[in-house]
């Protein structure tokens, strides 16, 4: 019983899409509902975990954007139909973890049936940003309940102590008359990443009473080798196991990257453990049983 | 089965949540300054013609002048909320803000890393798991319909929604380019300063607490509404179109509250307090009038307004206003209360709640 990811789309950065975190989200949207044969119409929800956006927006939620350009029931609301809510999180590469728990619990409950985790990130360009270390990237994964014994787990979190500022930090600061996102991180960041995950990866695993060698594949995020090769030696595991995206630039949309280039051929039942570390240090991981296809 | 517009639990729909989220704690913190209406628009550049005190009916707003940002006006807000309602930091599952800004350490924007593990840290609650929400104005209430879920559940069993708004900048810098009352700046001057914190714990099923809350986004409506750093002005600006979206406001929202009180088997007169968004008085009181004719009845008081004296303080509006009517002992132990959401995206939220005597009487009111 739990929450199943039924398909993850991902979008290939065209270049007039490189400044747009919003076309890379509609384009990673509807690749993923297309492949799913699911309308647009069909989704209750909607939650975008991208950071970087097109014009540094504050508001509205990307999440509302998305949802007008996919078409999810963006009309006025009607009797006998039902519509879709939107917004947006932000947890840095730890995002769509976040979401995906986010989700679980209005699956949960039933208060939605079908939703969409987005996340993609764009360097504004444009002067607005200052040596922008993130490939232009995104990712959406389509979610619905199950009652069968397969799905994603409770989510166990971690936090690092130390100076949460100084691993790794994005700001929008004004200076020389104009506001610019200037980026800062450690040179220690896939250490301090790595030793938060594998924290949060074995709590997950011990509070369901699992053993990591009963875990097929690692997903995690971010992507960087560096990172990638800590982890594993921490958790003991040959980083053969540990699945990552293609492209280690590649932000918040990087989990879902590593999902799909690494759980394609698992049989139903395997059982997957996401992992995710990002700025704080904050660190999450879940257990997720891989439903037939 | 009926479907509805809105996103929200219904019963029937799979098994019955086994518990309640309470309201344990409801704080606030203003800042000191106050910045008058006449003021404000004595600092324009241009001579706009504009009564915006008739206009909105905002007399006054608190602002920070630079001594508070975000991140302090949602740790003091925090640490009221803890207080007034006795509860250890230590003993938090989960810390959401919720703000539209995230201002720390003067206009320096902190999109990484979140400004929720910030907070978590500075009021004493290092263990909790920590994530923003970014909802425009409906932040607040999008991070208690998220919470609500999961302590339903049983998937935490305590959690505090905070929001701290430095937004006043947007006001002041509106104030440096609108021309006339057609400006698209014109709901900048509105923005005002505020920390709120709202404070939910699991409770037994039957509980007082949340009742229902349900949300959709009439994203038709996305474009009418945006805010983004400009030019070469500190901070943010806000471009508005206020008239369509108060028309689009006016014209949906009581089908959505028809759903919900459809959903719990109430009338709208079963409703005490109605707290709406608080962007304008005489919005406000257009918008209740519009949904008393659909009802063909009101609420039992009038809707509650703040933004006469506090202006429109973001995400954290129906907190303030809440926390105010706790304060002046007008909210009754069983007192039923509607939060109405309001906000860019176009976000439409409502969210129906009961306040126990346990907390009612932390603000020195017993009944």
């Not at chain 1, 100076?163 to 996102?181: K, Q, Y």
């Not at chain 1, 699992?210 to 595991?237: E, M, Q, S």
């Not at chain 2, 409906?138 to 302590?151: D, S």
């Not at chain 2, 009180?261 to 109430?266: A, E, K, Q, R």
């Amino acid at each position: 019983m739990g929450t199943v990811i039924d398909r993850v789309g991902l979008a290939c950065p065209r270049w007039r899409d490189r400044h747009s975190a919003l076309h890379l989200a509609v384009t990673a949207a509807s690749d993923c509902l297309r492949r799913a044969g699911c309308d647009a119409d069909e989704l209750d929800l909607i939650v975008n975990a991208g950071i970087y956006r097109d014009r540094n927006l504050g508001e509205p939620a990307l999440a509302a954007l998305i949802q007008q350009d996919i078409g999810a029931n963006p009309e006025d609301p009607h009797a006998g139909a039902h519509g879709t809510f939107s917004f947006d999180v932000a947890n840095g590469a730890c995002g769509m973890l976040t979401a995906l728990q986010i989700v679980d619990g209005f699956l949960r409950t039933r208060s939605v049936r079908r939703a969409l985790v987005v996340a993609s990130d764009a360097d504004p360009g444009h002067g607005m940003s200052e040596r922008f270390p993130f490939s232009a990237a995104g990712a959406a994964l389509l979610c619905r309940w199950t009652d069968d014994d397969y799905g994603l787990s409770g989510v166990s979190w971690t936090n690092a102590d130390g100076d949460s500022d100084e691993t790794c930090s994005a700001t929008v600061g004004f200076a020389d008359s104009r506001n610019v996102l200037r980026f800062d991180h450690s040179a220690t960041m896939d250490e301090h990443f790595a030793a938060a995950a594998a924290e949060a990866a074995r709590a997950c695993v011990d509070a369901r009473s699992a053993r990591l060698a009963d875990v097929d594949l690692i997903v995690a995020a971010p992507a960087r080798p560096g990172y990638r090769t800590a982890l594993a030696g921490l958790l003991g595991v040959p980083p053969e196991k540990i699945s990552v995206a293609r492209d280690q630039h590649m932000h918040t949309a990087a989990l879902a990257a590593a999902l799909e280039r690494g759980a394609a051929d698992l049989p139903a039942g395997a059982q997957v453990l996401f992992v995710a570390a990002g700025a704080g240090v904050t660190a999450g991981a879940a257990l997720y049983k891989v439903p037939p296809s | 089965m009926t479907r509805h517009w809105l996103v929200m639990e219904t019963a029937g729909e799979g098994p019955p949540a086994p518990f309640v989220a309470r309201v344990a704690g409801a704080g606030r913190h203003l800042p000191e300054t106050r910045l008058t209406t006449d003021e404000l628009m004595a600092s324009t550049r241009h001579r706009t013609h504009i009564d915006l005190q008739r206009l909105t009916g905002i007399r006054e707003r608190r602002v920070s002048v630079g001594d508070e940002d975000s991140y302090s006006l949602a740790t003091s807000a925090a640490l009221n909320c803890l207080a007034t309602a006795r509860q250890d930091p230590a003993a938090l599952d989960v810390v959401i803000s919720c703000s539209i800004t995230k201002f720390r350490g003067g206009l320096t924007q902190w999109l990484e890393p979140t400004m929720s593990g910030a907070i978590a840290r500075g009021i004493g609650a290092p263990q909790a798991m920590t994530f923003d929400v970014s909802n425009a104005c409906a932040g607040m209430l999008t991070g208690v319909t998220i919470l609500n879920n999961w302590i339903r559940q049983g998937i935490v069993e305590r959690g505090l929604v905070v929001s701290g708004e430095y937004i006043s900048q947007l006001s002041h810098n509106a104030a440096r380019h609108i021309r006339n009352i057609m400006s698209k700046e014109l709901a900048c001057l509105t923005l005002a300063d505020a920390g709120a914190a709202l404070l939910l714990e699991r409770a037994p099923a039957g509980s007082a607490g949340l009742a229902l809350a349900g949300f959709t986004t009439v994203a038709d409506y996305s474009r009418l509404c945006l805010a983004y750093p400009q030019g070469h002005d500190p901070g943010a600006r806000m471009f508005t179109n206020s008239r369509a979206i108060q028309k689009a406001a006016i014209a949906d929202t009581p089908l959505l509250l028809s759903e919900v009180l459809d959903t719990v088997g109430l009338s709208i007169h079963d409703i005490d307090h109605v707290i709406t968004h608080q962007t304008s008085a005489r919005a406000i009181r257009k918008g209740m009038a519009r949904m008393s004719e659909s009802f063909g009845d009101t609420p039992r008081h009038d809707a509650v307004i703040t933004v006469d004296r506090y202006g429109n303080t973001a995400s954290t509006t129906h907190t303030v206003a809440l926390v105010e009517e706790l304060e002046a002992g007008r909210i009754a132990p069983g007192d039923k209360v509607a939060l109405l959401a309001l906000a860019s995206g176009l976000e439409i939220g409502v969210v129906l709640l009961t306040l126990d005597e346990e907390l009612v009487s932390r603000y020195g009111h017993r009944h």
